[in-house]
């Protein structure tokens, strides 16, 4: 007699955080303001952010080279410090860094879809038994 059993498990990842953005008034950003990495470069009042590998006109300590992976390209508003909202430094002499609204920016910024990032794995068992 020969019995063969089959087991197949299917697990569904989801992986999307959850943070709550102080600029957003109230309204929940996707993804965790460390992982943004949208087009705004606006701050909260309109301030233009700074690029940054720019050191004008405030040295940032911030750059690609020193922090891969962090999207720290061009002037967009980022987290590297991983704080509750995305920022950036500003272009305004008087004013170093400002948080930027990531929720609602200003029209003339472009759009950005937030994604959730989803994996399935299958595992398929096979066992044989002879008696």
Not at 92 to 114: G, H, K
């Amino acid at each position: 007699t020969t019995t063969t059993t089959t087991t197949m498990t299917t697990i569904r990842t989801t992986t999307a955080t959850t943070t709550t953005v102080a600029a957003c008034d109230g309204l929940t950003l996707a993804i965790s303001a460390f992982d943004y990495r949208g087009l705004v470069n606006i701050t909260i009042s309109g301030r233009v952010c700074q690029r940054w590998f720019a050191t004008k006109p405030h040295k940032t300590g911030y750059t690609q080279e020193k922090y891969p992976g962090y999207g720290l390209e061009g002037n967009y508003c980022r987290s590297p410090d991983d704080d509750e909202t995305p920022w950036c430094y500003t272009m305004d002499p008087l004013v170093q860094w400002e948080y930027c609204n990531v929720c609602n920016p200003p029209a003339t910024t472009p759009r950005t879809t937030i994604s959730r990032t989803s994996s399935t794995t299958t595992t398929t068992t096979t066992t044989t038994t002879t008696t």
